[in-house]
T-cell receptor, first 120, second 118 residues
């Protein structure tokens, strides 16, 4: 089954304790992205990746890191989580068009089930 | 920077009522437009999208949307809603940059929660 998976689905942690949220897709998609969803703000993009070893900042990258060492995986890293990072996080992927950044984000994005993170 | 406005934060309808959810964006160039739906406890799913051509786009589950370029709008409609349409609906815009080459990302609206009463 084609899907985007995220782990963990729920996480409660404390301020400053490094954590990683994993994202994996089995559709051979080039483009992957992380969003956070907050009430009244919709989804805001944190980081995205056009392909392996190619990442860039979205609208709200502060306090987050990502890496793209393999095509299928795009982990989100919080080096020192703070309470304002309490949110619902979604990973998404889509087909890309090599060398055409516009077309890559033009395609339908498939979303993971979400990770609800609470930072105390 | 592009922005997307969904002015209706919460809409409550009875079954069989007609639905129209507003979506306005601010960008003067070429845009691609999307509506996503998030059912309770589930991830986002694509309802429909507009890239070019006929401005009236039909999606899944009887939804449609009309792109009106002069009004910068992409409103979502359904003639007769069902209880199972209860969900949060997000409009999203992907605007084409000029020749800078930097990738563009989807910008989402804040969402509209639709509650359909049986």
């Amino acid at each position: 089954e084609a899907q985007v998976t995220q782990n963990p689905r729920y996480l409660i942690t404390v301020t400053g304790k490094k954590l990683t949220v994993t994202c994996s897709q089995n559709m051979n998609h080039e483009y992957m992205s992380w969003y956070r969803q907050d009430p009244g703000l919709g989804l805001r993009q944190i980081y995205y990746s056009m392909n392996v070893e190619v990442t860039d900042k979205g609208d709200v990258p502060e306090g987050y890191k990502v890496s793209r060492k393999e095509k299928r995986n795009f982990p989100l890293i919080l080096e020192s989580p703070s309470p304002n990072q309490t949110s619902l996080y979604f990973c998404a992927s889509s087909y890309g068009t090599s060398g055409n950044p516009w077309a890559s984000s033009y395609n339908e994005q498939f979303f993971g089930p979400g990770t609800r993170l609470t930072v105390l | 920077a592009q922005s997307v406005s969904q002015h209706n934060h919460h809409v409550i309808l009875s079954e069989a009522a007609s639905l129209e959810l507003g979506c306005n964006y601010s960008y003067g160039g070429t845009v691609n437009l999307f509506w996503y739906v998030q059912y309770p406890g589930q991830h986002l799913q694509l309802l429909l999208k507009y890239f070019s051509g006929d401005p009236l786009v039909k999606g899944i589950k009887g939804f449609e949307a009309e792109f009106i370029k002069s009004k910068f709008s992409f409103n979502l409609r359904k003639p007769s809603v069902q209880w199972s349409d209860t969900a949060e609906y997000f409009c999203a815009v992907n605007a084409q940059r000029s020749s800078s080459g930097s990738a563009r990302q989807l910008t989402f609206g804040s969402g509209t929660q639709l509650t359909v009463l049986p």
